[in-house]
């Protein structure tokens, strides 16, 4: 027959609950054949589209019938499971009559819906059962004594790369071989165990068989059922016989496949683990994807040299037939609606739109039965001969070795030996009647107890019923507990326990379950050392089980206490059924950690999931590392953005940005740690499984090499802590020292880090501390430095001794750098004293913004060494260790937060409440010389006479005070150098006698080359000034930094303020001393040691500068109001360090306030003032800024 394409269906399933809980939007559309997708994260751009065969829309517009089958509501194009069936499922039966072999496959990510198509769901059953029932419905009504039908059924899963037949008990090591036909070059697995059927029932109770044994496994052995491909194979013959009396055998093999989940194998992130290669996840998947490519490009016609990939997993040997071969076959997709999953649903749909392209020439498998019987008896002959000649002759292939010659040829006589006993096994089935076959199975079949059957026995006692993480695979396993005592443990035991369960952490004697009329108790066996949870809490003795509680037995097996005797003892918050997802949420909140979704963020519910996913992961790796004695032990660690290791990031970059989900390995022999990525930790624990399957069939897993060790890991940096740096103090040209926590990922101290920040130029060089603004946005458009030193630091724990370093990363010039301290060894006190100057071309907007609301994280790392361990450890085994472990951490843990807490976030605030401690000392310090002046004022207009107090001109004093800005007048030390040194040379009795000696000078002197344009009468107050200049340089300076006693300045309150600055500009920065004498308060000079005081910390160490507070100045013009008051003070006494200011303010306040009321009073009576000359604004004092000398 000619070529057909592979039939392509992709159906779409509703919210499931975790997707309604996070509020998820419908990305997938559907119209006749066309399946769009549109993207969350580009809401403008144009969805994709895909045609296929079919595209099936279950997502909505159903309604459920009285006995639970869902069916569309009125005029929705719902698809019901029977339509689904009358698609794909009628199509595969009717070409099984015909004699072709079909395939139907079930593609799809982890719950998007494939086992519900393939299997289905209570009553409303799927496409494999469907099926099923139809084929026997239409056996039942032959008539045709001449035709009779054999069905047989087998059914098997591949995990890990090894096949396990789900029909039988017992299983090889390694799993069942797959061999090759030498003569047809098809795949089949060797005694694979092919059942007799005879009805729908027979197939549905084998199913049930299959399904348990699913379950037992995926517990015992730790696998995860989301990782396995699931493989249903009916073979349905038609034997016809001829009016000659020959018979003719139609032949047709249905293989109805659910492959595991297609999470996207980048989709774990992990990146850079040198055993990822190493790891089955996903292989077999990969590989398929492969072949249907190789396939599609095939059927194009695109390449015409193509090697199909088949050899390069199980299942693509075992589909090798279903594509590209001789079978009909239908690929289902399916379909997340939501847009938490567009990754991976568009993966899955272009992977659908690839297979389509697929075509296979199937044929009708009809042959006479003599034939077929002396075809195989020829090839067993041929066979024999081939084995009896000494094996199969090689011939030499190009570039291979002797060796892999013989490997080859050994391969191919096994194949032979396998193939010629199967030929064997068929020409005895041939000789043993079909019914003498069917009433043997049968037999065996009515003997199979699926383990809950008995409804009602389910009415009458007490019983557990297993949870899995696969629904399908949920109460799957019963137990009912009798009158009496249960025992819980291993089938090696000695009595046989009752319950019999294998696994991690699962004791010979485990547990014992008490029945007393209907009152169920258990208790832990004593001296075995048994792990057992009831409802997320060790089990410590004897304990009273209740209706719907949750036991954990070991690592893996997780059951729910059924009591129909005692139902009202269920507690009432409990959910109407108890899902894996519920015990394990509730596992996790027992931990510590937050399990409600009310409220949390899409990133918040992201890190739920993860931590619920991963939490039972970690015990299970645990109980491995005990069981085989690896010295390591596991934990699942929360890392806040703000403590991870890197860059800068503002707070609102640091709560919106995704927790980190790691999980923390720790050698418990040296105290050596690693911290692995989820997606690191997954495939490591993949590997695990593995290597404790080899450990399970017998082999010796305790000398391996140590690279192929998934427990271990080459020592590296720990990371110890982090340290945020917060930058406000630069948005107003302020340098601070400060020494900061190190707080690991528990908010637990580490030690301390003490660092600089200072504005500088561009060669680090930092500028006077008078570079000081008020408004930040007097910086924009203009170039920054500044520099970042990491001076010293202090860590606490001994075993980082080893080697010091901090990493960090900051954007220079535009562009990301990582910057890295030399490494401290040999000491705990490293000194560091390393700097790093970072400049912004062009200060912009976004900087400020930085600059006021962000940090950078600066990481300390520790050096690791295999160092040799205790040797009273060395006697102690893995659970023991873990043990001592978990009774230190419990200490040391007694009054502090829980070690998966988020940290840095106690250590933020203190800096924030830091910064703005430093921050309102300078605004104070203004303060206090502003009011001070006013006070001058009022004094002074108190004294004069009542007939000289004019109220206008007093007035207008007191605004102008208190609405200036305080020009700032300075200069170097070093122009009054200059002056000293032209006093010395020359003599000054006028300036016109030593006009010539002054241009000598000039020449000499640039500076005073740029004073040129000077007072003559001012030259010799400049030298009058000296000694102020001088006493106010050394209060000034702290004597510790050189240059900072060079700058004089000076904050001009009055309303000669613009006439002031006026002349400093004239005279190039020179004025009166008298003119600004009464602008200096030698008693105020202590008030910047007494505010330092206050933020001094126990280590001597300065405020971490961050944050500021501002201080409205309106109070000193107006009637505050008592409750704006009352406000400010709240506002301004959050923390005790600024009541210190805050009460200073006040007082001063006070001192002033009749003249306040006073002017209060005037102004509310005045409507407007004239003025006798025009005075400069406020905004044009702003801008009235210069440097100056001051001059007696």
Known sequence: MPDESVKVAVRVRPFNQREKDRSAKLIIKMQGQMT?????????EEPKSFSFDYSYWSHDGFKERSDGILEPAGGSNYSSQRRVFEDLGQGVLDNAFEGYNCSLFAYGQTGSGKSYSMVGYGQNKGIVPITCDEMFKSIDKNTDSNK????????????NEQVRDLLSKDNPKGGLNVRQNPKLGLFYVENLKRVPVGSYAEIEKRTEQGTASRTVASTN??????????????????????????????????????LAGSERADSTGATGDRLKEGANINKSLSALGNVISALADLSMGTKKKIMVP???????????????????????????????????????????????????????????????????????????????GGGVMMQEGAGLTPEELEKMRKQMEEDIRAQLMANQAMLADNE?????????????????????????????????INLNEDPMLSGVICHFLNNGETSVGRKDASPVPNICLSGLSI??????????????????????????????????????????????FGSNHMYVLMNPLKP????????????????????????????????????????????????????????????????????????SAAAQEGGDVTQSQASNELVLVTVKMKNLLNGNTWLWERGKFITRRYLIQELYQKFLDGEDVSNIPKEQDPFWEPTEDVLI?????????????????????????????????????????????????????????????????????????????????????????????????????????????????????????????????????????????????????????????????????????????????????????????????????????????????????????????????????????????????????????KTRVQMLNQMLKLQKSVALPSYKDNSSSMLRMQKDSPDLQRQKTMDPSMLSKVLQGQKFVRKMAMEKSDGKHVGDGDTISLFVFDENEHELAQEASQNNGVVDYHKVAKHHYPDLQTSKAKTDSVIQEKDDSQGDQDSFGSVDLAPYMNTANSQDSADRSKKFSQNGKRTAFLSDINTKREAIKPVRNAVSEYSANKTSTATNGKRPSSAENNKTESSACVIQ
């Not at 997709?333 to 075509?359: F, G, H």
């Not at 005990?626 to 596991?634: H, M, T, V």
Request: charge should be neutral; include cysteine.
């Open 432 to 464: 043993e009647s079909w019914n003498e076959k069917l009433a043997e199975a049968r037999t065996e079949t009515d003997k199979i107890d699926t383990g809950g059957a008995d409804d009602k026995r389910k009415n009458k006692e007490p019983y557990l």
């Open 568 to 639: 009202d003892t269920a507690d009432n918050s409990l959910p109407k059924e108890i899902t894996w997802e519920y015990a394990q949420k509730e596992i996790a909140q027992v931990k510590g950690f937050a399990t409600g979704s009310a409220g949390l963020s899409k990133e918040q519910q992201i890190v739920q999931e993860q931590v619920l996913e991963i939490l039972p992961m970690v015990s299970e790796v645990n109980a491995v590392s005990e069981e085989l004695n690896k010295q390591k032990s596991f934990e699942v660690v929360l890392i």
């Open 148 to 159: 009779r039908f054999e069905v047989t059924f087998s059914m098997l899963e591949i995990y």
């Open 507 to 552: 004791q010979k004697q485990h547990a014992v379950i008490f029945n007393k009329k209907g009152v169920i108790e258990i208790e832990s066996v004593s001296g075995s050392g048994s792990k057992t949870k009831i409802n997320g809490l060790p089990l410590t003795g004897r304990k009273a089980l209740c209706h719907k509680d949750r036991i954990l």
């Open 36 to 44: 769009s997708i549109s993207n969350p994260e580009a809401p403008n």
């Open 310 to 388: 088949y050899r390069d997993s199980i299942l693509t040997k075992l589909l090798q037939n279903a594509l590209g071969g001789n079978s009909k076959t239908i690929m289902i997709a399916a379909l997340s609606p939501a847009d938490i999953n567009y990754d991976e649903t568009l993966s899955t749909l272009r992977y659908a739109d690839r297979a389509k392209k697929i075509k296979n020439k199937a044929v009708v498998n009809e042959n006479p039965l003599d034939k077929l019987i002396r075809e195989l008896k020829e090839e067993n002959e041929r066979l024999k001969k081939a084995m009896e």
């Open 721 to 969: 802590g982090t340290s945020n740096l917060f930058l406000q103090s630069l948005s107003y040209c302020l340098d601070f020292m400060d020494t900061l926590n190190i707080s690991d990922y528990k908010g637990q101290e580490e030690g301390q880090l003490k660092v600089k920040l200072e504005p500088c130029d561009n060669k680090g060089k930092p500028i006077d501390e008078e570079a000081f603004v008020d408004d930040p946005h007097e910086l924009l458009n203009k170039p920054y430095h500044f520099k970042l030193t990491v001076e010293t630091a202090n860590i606490h724990k001994s075993r980082f001794s080893k080697g010091i370093l901090v990493k960090y990363s900051v954007k220079n010039n535009g562009k990301m750098e990582e910057v890295k301290t030399p490494t401290m060894k040999n000491t705990l006190t490293p000194t560091f004293n390393h700097s790093k100057v970072i400049s912004i071309p062009k200060l912009k907007q976004e900087n400020l913004d930085f600059f006021e609301s962000g940090c950078i994280t600066l990481s300390v790392y520790g050096i690791q060494e295999d160092t040799m361990p205790d040797p009273k450890l060395l006697k102690l085994n893995t659970r023991e260790l873990r043990q001592m472990e978990t009774m230190e951490n419990t200490t040391a843990n007694a009054s502090g937060r829980r070690a998966t807490m988020f940290g840095n976030e106690i250590a933020s605030d203190t800096s924030h409440l830091k910064t703005e401690v430093v921050l309102l000392q300078r605004k104070y310090e203004r303060l206090q010389q502003k009011e001070r002046r006013m006070q001058q004022i009022c004094e002074e207009w108190s004294k004069k006479p009542d007939g000289e107090k004019e109220f206008e001109p007093f007035y207008r004093a007191v605004s102008a005070v208190a609405n200036s800005t305080g020009t700032r007048l």
């Open 221 to 258: 052995m730790n696998a995860t059922s989301s990782r396995a491909h699931t493989v249903v194979t009916i073979t349905f013959d038609q034997i016809i016989k001829s009016e000659s009396g020959s018979e003719t055998k139609k032949s047709s093999v249905m293989n109805l496949v659910d």
